[in-house]
T-cell receptor, first 111, second 115 residues
Framework: GENVEQHPSTLSVQEGDSAVIKCTYS??????FPWYKQELGKRPQLIID?????GEKKDQRIAVTLNKTAKHFSLHITETQPEDSAVYFC??????????FGTGTRLTVIP | NAGVMQNPRHLVRRRGQEARLRCSPM?????VYWYRQLPEEGLKFMVY????????ESGMPKERFSAEFPKEGPSILRIQQVVRGDSAAYFC?????????????FGEGSRLTVL
């Protein structure tokens, strides 16, 4: 079946430092890779996505990189702030046009 | 434009009862996805539907679970003869296009507790 591994499961950083979360996927045909943020008790929300025709995408303090050969992609958050504390999920699209999610990374930004 | 609406937000059932969870997608969206989230865990894909059709139900348990998305009205996730292991948050998401071409918008979730 479809599989995506996400690491680390928990991550604590000091405010202002960078955070990196990595995911490895199984379906080599995938071409869409979004990242979702879920605050405690809230719904997941899309924060950034990338398609396989590009290797990197940035949006202010958030960036995503994709290595299709190695089948992994990463989320980078720079200059972290307390409001970045949440659970982050990577996902990848399958051939059936649905999304499979990683197991999540709980990020804690320490003021 | 209202977002994805799920109800009930909280549902308590005793073992053996039925649970019905409803999801109204965003206006104009015809793709609906259901995910289950256990406490402190990730989002597990259950089923993907378009109007009147089940596209992919590979994540649905073979027994007791069913889903529909009729021509009129919300999508329904139905769990028959609930057991304690069914306790979880069930999230619905919708998209105007297939997931690989458009963002999924999630509802606030329905939290099922089985006593």
């Amino acid at each position: 079946g479809e599989n995506v591994e996400q690491h680390p499961s928990t991550l604590s950083v000091q405010e202002g430092d960078s955070a990196v979360i990595k995911c490895t996927y199984s379906d080599s045909a995938s071409n869409y890779f979004p990242w979702y943020k879920q605050e405690l008790g809230k719904r997941p929300q899309l924060i950034i996505d990338i398609r396989s025709n590009v290797g990197e995408k940035k949006d202010q303090r958030i960036a995503v990189t994709l290595n299709k050969t190695a089948k992994h992609f990463s989320l980078h958050i720079t200059e972290t702030q307390p409001e970045d504390s949440a659970v982050y999920f990577c996902a990848f699209q399958t051939g059936a046009n649905n999304l499979f999610f990683g197991t999540g990374t709980r990020l804690t930004v320490i003021p | 434009n209202a977002g994805v609406m799920q109800n009930p937000r909280h549902l308590v059932r005793r073992r053996g009862q039925e649970a019905r969870l409803r999801c109204s997608p965003m206006k104009g969206h015809s793709h609906v996805y259901w995910y289950r989230q256990l406490p402190e865990e990730g989002l597990k894909f259950m089923v993907y539907l378009q109007k009147e059709n089940i596209i992919d139900e590979s994540g649905m348990p073979k027994e007791r679970f069913s889903a529909e998305f009729p021509k009129e009205g919300p999508s329904i996730l139905r769990i028959q003869q609930v057991v304690r292991g069914d306790s979880a948050a069930y999230f619905c998401a919708s998209s105007g296009r297939a997931a690989n071409t458009g963002e999924l918008f999630f509802g606030e979730g329905s939290r099922l507790t089985v006593l």
